[in-house]
């Protein structure tokens, strides 16, 4: 596991074949807020719900309808 210290405002930038995935701490103070900006490909999910629940399997162009990515 790689462990980065960023302060607010500082981001980390994860290049993939897809595009970049850009995390980025939008507060520091209390809980920490983290804004990720990556490419409509990439699932993105806290860890506790990914171990509640499985998502089904839903192509893009329904997610956009149902105001998903």
């Known amino acids: 596991m790689l462990v980065l210290k960023r302060v607010k405002d500082e981001s980390i ?5 897809d595009g970049e995935i850009r995390l980025m701490i939008t507060n520091a103070s209390g ?3 983290v804004g990720i900006d ?3 490909v990439c699932n993105i ?3 506790e719900v990914t171990s509640e629940q ?3 399997d ?5 997610l956009a309808q149902i105001g998903g990515r």
């Open 38 to 40: 990556a490419p409509r």
């Open 45 to 47: 999910r806290r860890e």
């Open 58 to 62: 839903v192509p893009e162009q329904t």
């Open 31 to 33: 809980p920490v807020s």
């Open 13 to 17: 930038v994860i290049n993939t074949s």
């Open 54 to 56: 499985t998502l089904p």
